[in-house]
């Protein structure tokens, strides 16, 4: 039986624009792209607030999936909203405007009923949010944290307290470098290490992402795709692969080789997202596709066979 | 017993800028850099052309690693002299200046007694002096083109028509996109393929390389380093490997494994050049050395074990 998974973040609007299209208010957010994703692995249960206008069918939609919205609050005003650019690599984006709207009073209130989730995952969401929603958790035996840039820049002291709480740190590759003022990946999960953490999980994009536990460094390319069109939510995508396969684990353990499919099954979650605009294929993903797609990062990789 | 390599390539002075440090006119060019990772795997015959400037004690060092310099020429006048800058992420040259000198006149002769080599590098000159070389060799079973930005904007009609001769092109990230004028790497590689090469490999510096063979999709990550200070020869480095190693092959194979160990082979011996200024890395290199990094790519991408 699979660990549940308490899991805060960002119920929100996206308005993104990318060289292959542009779409207006599409469905985003940090614990929306976390717990599609997380889900296919264990029983997410979901902390977020959302305005008047979320609309009511994607929550069914959601609560169809076995997700579990009973810390979701629907509060007086608009629901959050992200705005933002990329190029034509995609590789980092361009924030053209954060309205947190209903996220500005948000108290993060977690149900009785989550409390004991030995799995939490801290969505990129403020750090003083993250860091409450710890304070509230009795038994947590694994905690991941995400973030970005907007609290880097507008909160750094706040976010490396909520840190140092964490046992995994999951990050862009250019924003740990800005939380860390270092640009060396190595010399920047020292750092990383020395506030708490002991796992560093370094989020590349199309190339992939770096993993470093305690000593050990592990490395899985990207998944070359014939078409990329957006990157957006890949990053909670990801984490939802990670942590949801740690959580799967029926004897829960942070093992080199455990920790290591982790890591490829975060990538094989996001290699899906960016296909297209919004969560649309996570939707629609069935579970053997997750299987051949992990077989794909084993072929993409493999070379040291006799 | 390996087979034979013949590589054409630049004898050069480097002038180079990085956040960690600088340097005036230390030895370098792909002639340099490609034969002395190679000459760990293979024999290696340049040819190239150098000034009346030249240190004569650095031939003699080459000599006595066994590398053949009977193809290379002292014409009157300089050497050649490229000087470029790179920013943090060292990861893509600025270049400052290239002064061909001596290369301007180059005929590129090939001596009787190479012409029989049945590998062939041709290391980064205008695409001319490439076809040229090709043009005299007798019975190459593999052909490895490496270039760079500046024959892709000067010469890119004679770049194409020698990519076409070639089995594999070798080429950095944002030159084959360039190339192609393409930013998917997949869709670049159909390009290439479409010119003539059924092997394409893209070097991505820190990231890597990616390996695409026919159908077929092998991707590598870096290994990550605690300190990198100047990248200048890491591609020639890396075609060193990978070439050096297909080479070493008694009997001599482009099968799926072998093809992705020689790029293995060529991300060892990159991650060694990269860690100093110049090629004084590669000088002292021994070959247990290359066999304890190789085992380190093992070790960092490993995941799918029972």
Avoid at 224 to 231: A, E, F, G
Wanted: glycine residues 8%.
């Amino acid at each position: 039986m699979s660990n549940n998974i308490l899991a805060v973040g960002s119920m929100a609007f996206d308005t993104i624009e990318t060289p292959f299209g542009s779409h207006q208010k599409i469905l985003g957010g940090s614990c929306n792209y976390f717990a599609l994703s997380a889900q296919n692995f264990a029983n997410v249960k979901c902390v977020s607030v959302i305005g008047e206008d979320y609309p009511k069918e994607h929550l069914s939609l959601l609560k169809s999936r076995g997700i579990d919205l009973d810390g979701i609050r629907q509060a007086p005003g608009k629901t959050f909203h992200w705005s933002g650019r990329y190029g034509y690599d995609l590789h980092e984006a361009q924030t053209l405007q954060t309205d947190l709207n209903v996220f500005e009073h948000f108290d993060a209130e977690v149900p009785e009923a989550y409390r004991s989730s030995p799995i939490v995952f801290l969505g990129n969401v403020a750090p003083a949010l993250q860091s409450r929603v710890l304070s509230q958790v009795t038994k947590p035996r694994f905690i991941a944290l995400d973030t970005m840039n907007f609290w880097i820049e507008g909160s750094r002291d706040a976010l490396v307290d909520a840190i140092g709480k964490a046992h995994a740190l999951i990050i862009n590759e250019a924003e740990v470098r800005q939380l860390t003022k270092c640009h060396n990946l190595v010399q920047a999960a020292n750092t990383v290490r020395s506030w708490g953490p002991q796992i560093l999980v370094v989020k590349r994009g199309e190339y992939g992402a770096v993993l470093f536990d305690h000593g050990d460094v592990f490395s899985v390319p990207g998944l070359p795709l014939h078409d990329v069109k957006d990157p957006t939510g890949a990053g909670d995508t990801f984490a939802g692969g990670f942590v949801g396969y740690l959580a799967s684990q029926t004897n829960f353990s942070l093992s080199r080789l455990t920790l290591r499919k982790a890591v490829v099954f975060g990538c094989v979650m996001a290699s899906f997202t960016v296909q297209e605009f919004g969560f649309q294929e996570l939707i629609d993903l069935k579970r053997h596709q997750l299987d051949e797609r992990y077989q794909k990062f084993v072929e993409l990789t493999e070379f040291h066979l006799e």
